[in-house]
Structure formats: structure tokens, C-alpha cells
């Protein structure tokens, strides 16, 4: 068997009176990030965990920001597509381990609800999907609330 593993980051500015997006789910907040999709930090930084332990390249160039076909998408979508991506080329997931950083609103309350939506599009169980979420102690642009960071690992498989 042989075993990949791979980091994902992504980082979006929040704005007012946007929808936020996170975790597949939209979160109640004043603020929401900016982006070409629907801007979901975690989403993007999965997937780009995923590909880059398939050596796949990044989220951005699958889904070209410069491309007005993903102009407002549903993250979920990339997250699928990407998961059939890998599948083809004989891959499988085994976990991903995320962790996001961000002042508000409080995720935790969210997390096995995110888990409920994300597993299914990555074809794993939610015992497979660990989501965890902190403060930046109101240090830089996370703290200012200005930003939204999330990180991802994921690890894959080929029999």
C-alpha cells in the first residue's frame, strides 16, 4: 500500500454584509469572506491537502479564480470533484485533520454539523474529518477580524 500525505492552507478577507461561508454550512455572522466562489476557507484548504498528496497541483489551478464558471460556487462542488479526482487516479481517503483560526463567530458549535456535510463529499466516515477551531488572540489580521485562515492535513491511500 502506499501512503500520501499532504497540508492545505487558505486565507480570505472578511468583509460586511457578506454571507459566510465555512465548513459547507452558512454561518450567522456580520461578516463574511471575500472570494470567487463562495469563498470557503475550509473547504479550499481541504482540498488543497488532498491534492497536493496526489501531487495534483492546487485548488487554483483546477478552479481558476479567472474563470467565471466558478464565479460564486458552492465549495461543496470542488470538494466532490476533487474527491473523484483522486479516485480515478486510485486514491482514497483516509483522514484530514483541520484546523481554523478565526475571532468570529464561534465554530465550535458548527463542527458536527460541518463533519455531517464534508464526509460524505470526501467518501469517508465523520470519525474521518477532525475539525478544530481557535482564536488568533486578536493578534494581526485574524484578530483585527479582518481575515480567516484555515489549515488542513490530509492523508491518502492506493492499494
Not at 454561518?27 to 475550509?42: C, M, N, T
Not at 481558476?64 to 470538494?79: E, T
Not at 479526482?85 to 484546523?99: A, F
Not at 483585527?144 to 485562515?149: F, L, T
Request: glycine share 10%; net charge negative.
Amino acid at each position: 500500500m502506499k501512503i500520501r500525505v499532504g497540508m492545505g492552507f487558505d486565507v480570505h478577507q472578511l468583509e460586511e454584509g457578506r454571507d459566510f461561508y465555512l465548513g459547507g454550512i452558512k454561518l450567522p455572522s456580520g461578516k463574511g469572506a471575500v472570494g470567487h466562489s463562495d469563498a470557503d476557507v475550509l473547504i479550499h484548504a481541504i482540498c488543497d491537502a488532498l491534492l497536493g498528496a496526489a501531487n495534483m497541483r492546487d485548488i487554483g489551478f483546477h478552479f481558476s479564480n479567472k474563470d467565471d464558471r466558478w464565479k460564486g460556487m458552492d465549495s461543496k462542488f470542488f470538494l466532490k470533484t476533487v474527491t473523484e479526482m483522486l479516485s480515478k487516479e486510485g486514491w482514497q481517503i483516509e483522514n484530514v485533520d483541520c484546523t481554523i483560526t478565526l475571532e468570529k463567530p464561534k465554530v465550535n458549535p458548527h463542527i458536527e454539523e460541518m463533519k455531517k456535510i464534508l464526509a460524505p463529499l470526501m467518501n469517508v466516515t465523520e470519525g474521518d474529518v477532525s475539525i478544530k477551531a481557535t482564536t488568533n488572540e486578536t493578534l494581526g489580521y485574524v484578530g483585527r477580524q479582518e481575515g480567516v485562515n484555515a489549515y488542513a492535513v490530509a492523508l491518502i491511500s492506493k492499494k
